[in-house]
């Protein structure tokens, strides 16, 4: 079975713009998480999403929104992007919300 | 709040020797679970195992062995008879059960780099 797919692999942006992330969650599972990992640290919680609901939102700016779509894929965007926005971001899918969690290969977010 | 301290940076070692990885965490509830996770230079963080609170049996599971010590807040990881392959950065984990949420957050350690030279 397939894992955790996640699109784009590498992206690079200025500062200023928009980007949107994809996840695609192991077949079957019904939740995804985003997390986002800066170099030379442990991932940070952005999002929980489960039945196309938020269920749990960490510390961040508004300019990071997210949604999960019927087939339970999700998408992550950020706005108005900052430097410190570089980060790889990791997305993570679980059966139900408070099952094992199982990451995908992260995309590598660059703003210049 | 959560929190979860890998004091080790960075593990050095020989091909063959033991290498264990300190894990210490703070929560305030009492029913959450631990986890490890390991990040080969590719990038994807890798499971390999999760432990819930009120089980503090010891596992091994091949060469990899946990020790779960309540009373000190700890977790810690041990790899026998180390191997190139092993050479990654391992990040410990926490997630409480809070029984009125749905959610299941992962607050993270700051990640053991360990580098296992042949």
């Known amino acids: 079975d397939a894992g955790v797919t996640q699109s784009p692999t590498h992206l690079i942006k200025t500062r200023g713009q928009h980007v949107t992330l994809r996840c695609s969650p192991i077949?079957?599972?019904?939740?995804v998480s985003w997390y986002q990992q800066v170099l030379g640290q442990g991932p940070q919680f952005i999002f929980q999403?489960?039945?196309?609901?938020?269920?749990g939102r960490g510390n961040f700016p508004d300019r990071f929104s997210a949604r999960q779509f019927p087939n339970y894929s999700s998408e992550l965007n950020v706005n108005a992007l900052l430097l410190g926005d570089s980060a790889l971001y990791l997305c993570?899918?679980?059966?139900?919300?408070?099952?094992?969690?199982?990451f995908g290969p992260g995309t590598r977010l660059t703003v210049l | 709040a959560q929190k979860v301290t890998q004091a080790q940076t960075e593990i050095s070692v020989v091909e063959k020797e033991d290498v264990t990885l300190d894990c210490v965490y703070e929560t305030r509830d009492t029913t959450y679970y631990l986890f490890w996770y390991k990040q080969p230079p590719s990038g994807e963080l890798v499971f390999l195992i999760r432990?819930?609170?009120?089980?503090?049996q010891n596992e091994i599971s091949g060469r990899y062995s946990w020790n779960f010590q309540k009373s000190t807040s700890s977790f810690n990881f041990t790899i026998t008879a180390s191997q190139v392959v092993d050479s990654a950065v391992y990040f410990c984990a926490l997630s409480e059960a809070d029984r009125g949420a749905a959610g299941n957050k992962l607050t993270f350690g700051g990640g053991t780099r360990v580098l296992v030279k042949p």
């Open positions: 999403y489960y039945e196309k609901e938020e269920r």
């Open positions: 077949s079957g599972h019904k939740s």
């Open positions: 993570a899918s679980s059966l139900m919300a408070r099952d094992t969690q199982y």
């Open positions: 432990r819930n609170s009120f089980d503090e």
